[in-house]
């Protein structure tokens, strides 16, 4: 693996980890408040567009960080709407 390749593949690893602790605290505390939805949805728009990126470079970090990240974005999204719809948003 060349030095670029690691560094990719840190950067990757950091960037896609750093969305569990706020799962995490969601999971446990149900509350989204304090979450844009507009950020998430615009973070997540991107990050989406960084998935077919990677596969049009068929880069295979970009494609498997950005894809554990948008589930991860996914997941956080799907808690922020149904507190929204519920009224808690």
């Not at 750093?18 to 304090?34: C, F, L, M």
């Not at 998430?40 to 990126?53: D, E, M, Q």
């Not at 997941?75 to 922020?80: C, E, M, V």
């Amino acid at each position: 693996m060349s030095l670029v390749t690691l560094i990719g593949v840190v950067a990757a690893f950091c960037t896609t980890i750093s969305y569990i602790p706020q799962i995490r605290k969601i999971w446990a505390t149900g509350e989204t408040e304090d979450i844009s939805l507009k950020m998430f949805l615009i973070l997540t728009t991107g990050i989406a567009l960084w998935v077919v990126y990677g596969v049009l470079q068929t880069d295979a970090v970009i494609i498997l960080a950005n894809s554990v990240s948008l589930a991860f974005l996914c997941a956080i999204l799907f808690f922020k709407l149904r507190n929204v719809f519920r009224g808690r948003g």
